[in-house]
């Protein structure tokens, strides 16, 4: 078995019944990695998640514990920080699953569920195990194990597959991992009711019922997740109700069992006609969910993605996640790689995550989730080097203030036995890779010009003229959207501070400039060059360091399989680099018709 | 039952028992449509499918007999020149049906298969019979059921589902209609040999076997339809042997028989780099096989599509079927309207074949075959007017001589009881709807610029950076690829009338001006417009002539459920149109910057 970042860490017990409670766990994982060494756990109900180490004592509470064993264990093994105190910033820490129960994975590059094969249950308790332990060694507590898209017969997950259900929660019971379910909006209807308005009170007292059966079988689920009115998922705007009567309609269905209710924020316009230029899709969330703040009952968490459009290489961040006062959110973050190179090309969250709370105070939120990245290949992550991401999620989780170089150098200790030039090699070009992708793909924030459907490789116009609302618009004289205040009015969804920011193209960040500005060819950048020079250099330079990637990675010491898994990718990503830089290239070129400065290829 | 357009004909009887043979059925057909009056049948086996009518009396083959009593009926109800003698131009008249076991049919917009469903055999014999009488009314004599893309478990119709084959073949044979099967190349290797080498002495006796297997079950079997080292499918070149050794291999074994083997010649390089220009697509075919002219048994016919692309709204005919001297071939036209409007869209495909005949001299070809466009739906062919494009591929295969106004005008009489006005309007309006989709569509012989994939609505680049070698390679100065002499050479393969007629940009047909030339939009047409105006012309008017389409369908008095059908995909031809238009409008604007003289609206 592939242990990932848990390498130096002993396979877990084939019998597993002794192991009932993370506090067992933590006691296990102690005795095994210290044996000659006793520690003492000393619970403390009051402390939750959080724990205190002092001496060979560690203080929390009965998942604290566990957290505290796994901290400790870290910092042995990987020269980890060690707190004397700690406890998590965020009390939901969540990984989304989006997979399907005929065992399909929805934008999942990691081969087929863990969870589901053929429309049932199917998963081996042990690689089960094995995730939940690396889930909680990074202190990740929740676990959603079904899409959001949520297809036949996974409605059945608060029916007749209830016990196989409740199975799976013992199963991850003893991480303190809790599962979350999604659920369809409108699944009244499939039992009978000809409606699932909010405002029935049918339809109120079937989830009442609902969650009522599901508690009975498992007392300690995190809640329900729901898509609703988005890319045609059913929701509340079928029967003119607000997404907070919608949502609330669910969380008093739970609150008697102290579940939450987690709604997400993406709805949009998925049927845009392209030549309507009054719409701006990423407008859409903060249009329908801002003037709502206030209305959510207590237990409803807005689950909001980063940035305003969907898991773009860089997006501003949402200014819905900015706005909302008396709502509590949770950051959606996305580990599976689908616009970013699905886990062929090599792509480290963490840089992009640090950016994201520099415009996000950490304050804002009071929950945080991510798409989960994993499936049944045998390393879990279809590319070794992308379960850095599940890891550096889960410490970021518990502490948004971990900086990138943390998360990496510390992966790299726990997964591989290198000297430290090795690690300090391998730790610069993770470190790297996002600006590496991000330079070979579309330029500047304009985000897109991907692929349709696929979302690997480049197509420059696959989505102009469709109804996805992801236009570029490029012309021969000028690219991009004007977002601002004489534009589409994007930028007036900001704070001041970030409005001005973004408002004039001149203080607007280099990285971000297509995406808030239409922009002529000619347009100078700050260091001089002019915009389509900025936009040839980038893929220039992005494909070479792609190249560059691949020969760095040949001369580390990876052990088999991981070694050929590795190079066989960063090959694979090497030639994606090349076909983008000259995809994007020649599509510039033959707009703008302005040669290279330094003469390098264009095709024509 | 929707009877199509032997709507005047009384249905089949229920009890077929007393219908063996053409024959019989030719006495049947006569004797329901005029009981008082007494025909004469006269056999004359020397006639094959020819026939001779004189006063009462019908003379011919076996088939010729059937042949003319359907012209006979064709003449008395719908007033179609009645021939004292006929015979087809060729032996072979050939559906070809893109039918997978599974049900699905591959391009096909009229349903699921009539033939298979879950992967067996699965039809209702009534409506196969009254398919079978379509055919034969036209005098189609031989169809393919399976689909030339062999998918599992198609290839056992060669073996475990020979039995419901053969009794498929049962049902065909009083029609006149022998059964024709598609193969796999790589079949030996199912069956457990190491290789399907042309050579392997095993392989021979391989097919050998087979052949005489089939032939024992179907002794009338047309033969075998290969698709071989085309888009993944296996073939000779695997061997390093030739198309020539390939197709022989199996001629052979289907010799003793009297099967012909029909080896299509789809070969192209599907996995082009779009950088390298020294690859160009159209000139594939001609390239493969007119080496090999000579080489090829004489129970081997070339199957070649009309054009050199893949079945596009217009292209020039095929230099393959101008340049083989010794070797029989087929030509493969596709009624399935996959490029051009999935019978949504009015296609009435007449005329294009006229145009074809007008290149292709009908002595150069032996054999002709169309792609099918019927499938489950309740009228067979989605669209109730595409029935229109079986009818007179019949009457085509029959005598290439005669008119698109022929076809048109009969297939109404025959189907719809009209007052001449709304005949005329009618038949003006199929004979004018492949210039009117051409018009929205892409430009001046162009091609592409379709949605990948799916292939209905406009995606100008969708195919540009892929990997088919379907280029426009526009740019803001010039549009198209230059297959002159002085570029790819692509006009060299034809003979020099033609040659000359393509080679210069001021002798080429406008229509196929951008098939043959790189020009830039300032281009002087022959009327004088510009290139660039022309396009923007072109699309103004055939989104405008799609509306009136709409208009002059709702005022014509079609029968229900007819009328509703096709006043639902008359509006959505309308809306495609209005897309294609805006987005290839647009398209050439941004690159061109060129506004529409005419002021009209072009979206930014």
Partial sequence: MNMNWLSKFAPLPEDFSGIQTPADLARWELSNWLPE????????????????????????????????????LRHMQAGAPLPSESCPRYPLRMIDCWDNMDGSVERGYA???LFFEGNCFAYHPDRLRHLARLMASVGLNVLCISNVNVHEPAQGLLDEFLPDLSALADLFRPFGIRLMVSVDFSMPIRDGFSSADPRDAGVQAWWQAAAARVYRE????????????????????????????????????????????VWRCFVYNCRQDWRDHTIDRPM????????LDGQFDENVILQIKNGPFDFQVREPVSPLLLSMQKTRMALELQLAQEYTGQQIDLYTMAPMWREIFQDLPPERIQAIAAVS???RDENYFGHPLAAVNLFGFGLLAWNPEITPEEIVSQWILLTYDFLPEDQETLGRWMLASRRIYEKYTSPLGLGWMITPHTHYGPNPSGYEYDLWGTYHRASRDAVGINRTSAGTGYTCQYPPALRQRYE????????????????????RMKDGRSLIQRIYDDHFEGAEQAARLLEALKGLP??????????????????????????INTFFHRLSGVPDALERKIFD
Same sequence: chains 1, 2.
Wanted: hydrophobic share 35%.
């Fill in 373 to 375: 990245n994993f499936g």
């Fill in 504 to 523: 004039d193209a001149s203080a607007c960040p280099d990285l971000l400039l297509l995406f808030f500005h239409r922009l002529p060819y000619g347009f």
């Fill in 111 to 113: 081969g087929r569920s």
């Fill in 558 to 583: 990876f052990p088999e399989p991981d070694r050929q898994v590795i190079l066989d990718r960063a090959v694979r990503q090497k030639e994606n680099a090349e076909n983008w830089r000259d995809v």
């Fill in 37 to 72: 060494h006793s520690f003492t756990l000393e619970p403390d109900p009051s402390m939750g998640d959080g724990f205190r180490i002092s001496g060979s004592t560690i203080t929390g509470g009965e998942t604290g514990l566990l957290y505290g064993a796994y901290a400790l």
């Fill in 218 to 261: 498992i007392p300690d689920l995190a809640g329900f997740l729901v898509k609703a009115d988005s890319e045609g998922r059913p929701g509340p705007f079928t029967y003119g109700r607000t997404h907070a009567e919608g949502a609330n309609l669910l969380a008093r269905a739970l609150r008697p069992f102290g579940g939450v209710l």
């Fill in 284 to 291: 859409a969330a903060y249009d329908t969910y801002q003037p």
